[in-house]
């Protein structure tokens, strides 16, 4: 059973992928480091936004050297 804290964890969840489209659509690709200062979002979340939009398919991930290089698909 959710709780009202649980949904408002998830709507936090969903802003902050709509946060990540936006960027990664004016932007274009970008590391995830550079995408959690662009969002200004702490990296946690970013990280749960980011397999939010994942798992809907929205996104590429790809590693490049020591990074991880995200953009839509």
Same mark, same amino acid.
């Given at each position: 059973? @959710?709780?009202a804290? %649980?949904?408002a964890?998830v709507?936090?969840?969903? @802003? ?6 936006? @960027? ?15 969002? @200004? ?29 995200? %953009?839509?698909?």
């Amino acid at each position: 059973m @959710a709780t009202a804290t %649980s949904g408002a964890c998830v709507e936090n969840i969903g @802003a902050t992928a709509g946060k990540i489209w936006s @960027a990664l659509e004016e932007n274009g690709p970008l590391s995830v480091t550079k995408l959690t200062q662009t969002v @200004a979002e702490p990296r946690g979340l970013v990280m749960q936004g980011l397999g939010w939009l994942a798992r809907e398919g929205k996104i590429n991930i790809e590693e490049e050297g020591r990074s991880r290089v995200v %953009s839509l698909t």
